[in-house]
C-alpha cells in the first residue's frame, strides 16, 4: 500500500495551524502532498500560484512535502496522486459537522481512500485564514499567527 498523504485546503493564506498539521503530517507519512484546491466558491485573496510560493517557502525543509494544486474534486486528485489518506485539522465542535459531511461523501466517492484528523494545538484552536485577513487589513498584529514571509505578504495585499 502506498503511504502517499494528501493535505488539502485553501490556504488562502497558509497560517500556523496549517503548518502544525503538514509538520506532523510529514513526520508520520513517507511523502505529502499539500493540495490547494481551487474550486471553492469562496472568493480568494491570494492566487493558487501565491498561495503555491508561500507553502512552498515555509515548507522547504521537509523535504517529503510537495505542493501541487487541484481545482477539481479532492477524490479524483488524490487518486491521481496515489494518495491512501487524507489529512484534515480539527479546531472546533463547529469544524466537526463540516468535515464529516465531506469525509462521507469522500468515502462514498471512492471507499479506498482514509480521511485522518489531526487535532490543532491549543494556541492555534481559534485560527483560521479569514481572521487573520481580517486582522492584517486593520493593521493589527499577526506575526504570531502566521509565518513571517506570509504576514510580509499580507501586509504588501493591503497596502492601498
Ligand atoms: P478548506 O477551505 O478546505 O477548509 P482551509 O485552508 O480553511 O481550507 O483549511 C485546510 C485544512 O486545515 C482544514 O482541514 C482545516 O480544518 C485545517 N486548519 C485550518 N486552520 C487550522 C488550525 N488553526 N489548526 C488546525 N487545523 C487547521
Known amino acids: 500500500m502506498t503511504k502517499i498523504a494528501v493535505v488539502p485546503g485553501s490556504f488562502d493564506p497558509i497560517t500556523n495551524g496549517h503548518l502544525d498539521i503538514i509538520e506532523r503530517a ?17 472568493n480568494p485573496l491570494f ?14 525543509k521537509f523535504p517529503n512535502v510537495i505542493i501541487e494544486s487541484s481545482s477539481g474534486l479532492l477524490i479524483d486528485y488524490a487518486r491521481k496522486a496515489g494518495a491512501s489518506v487524507i489529512v484534515r485539522g480539527l479546531r472546533a465542535i463547529s469544524d466537526f459537522e463540516y468535515e464529516m459531511q465531506i469525509t462521507s461523501m469522500n ?49 504588501e495585499k493591503y497596502i492601498d
Not at 493558487?48 to 515555509?58: F, G, P, Q, T, Y
Not at 471512492?110 to 479569514?130: A, R
Open 26 to 42: 510529514a513526520k508520520v507519512f513517507p511523502e505529502v502532498r499539500v493540495a490547494v484546491m481551487n474550486n471553492s466558491s469562496k
Open 107 to 155: 468515502r462514498m466517492l471512492d471507499e479506498s481512500i482514509e480521511t485522518f484528523f489531526v487535532m490543532t494545538k491549543n494556541q492555534y484552536s481559534f485560527l483560521s485564514s479569514s481572521i487573520v485577513k481580517e486582522v492584517a487589513r486593520y493593521g493589527g498584529d499577526i506575526s504570531a499567527l502566521v509565518p513571517s514571509v506570509v504576514e510580509k505578504a499580507l501586509r
Open 47 to 60: 492566487t493558487v500560484e501565491e498561495r503555491m510560493d508561500l507553502i512552498s517557502a515555509v515548507t522547504s
